[in-house]
């Protein structure tokens, strides 16, 4: 199976109790997203910053929501059931299972974009301490 690098946007508007939200390629099939979360100074975010920060994850798909989730819910049960390990910064949403047997198994549950006109990520950030900023990007490409 071919896979591609594709450039990422950035998100808009990222600031306290807003929805910050990234319109994605739809090409390929996507196995799983990392967010990056940094403070203003660049600082990776802890794990207990990440779940007080992140209130919800949506990913949606010609405007329907098919995929919400907090980030406590991502970290703790996504993450942690499918034996994932945290890393500073980053918040891993897994969209396959890497448990399945074999690559073919674990990629029938990726998400395909074939006829697919729109691919939005929002992330809603909660209204945490006036001097927690936080920063929230993709990473500069993906392979698809």
């Not at 207990?48 to 995929?67: E, H, P």
């Not at 910064?89 to 549950?109: K, S």
Request: aromatic share 10%; glycine share 6%.
């Amino acid at each position: 199976m071919l896979r591609f690098k594709r450039k990422l946007p950035s998100f808009n508007t990222v600031r306290r109790g807003a929805t910050a939200t990234a319109n994605l390629p739809c090409t390929g099939a996507y196995r799983s997203i990392d967010l990056i979360l940094t403070s203003a100074e660049g600082v990776a975010l802890t794990e207990a910053q990440i779940k007080k920060v992140v209130s919800r994850v949506r990913c949606l798909i010609n405007a329907k929501c098919y995929f919400e989730a907090s980030g406590k819910y991502i970290i703790d049960l996504l993450n942690r059931y499918k034996g994932l390990p945290f890393t500073p910064g980053y918040l891993h949403i897994p969209f396959t299972d890497r448990t399945f047997r074999g690559v073919d198994a674990e990629d029938m549950l990726r998400w395909g974009m074939r006829n697919v006109a729109t691919f939005d990520i929002e992330i809603e950030i909660s209204c945490t301490d006036r001097t927690e900023t936080v920063q929230i990007r993709l990473p500069r490409e993906i392979v698809i």
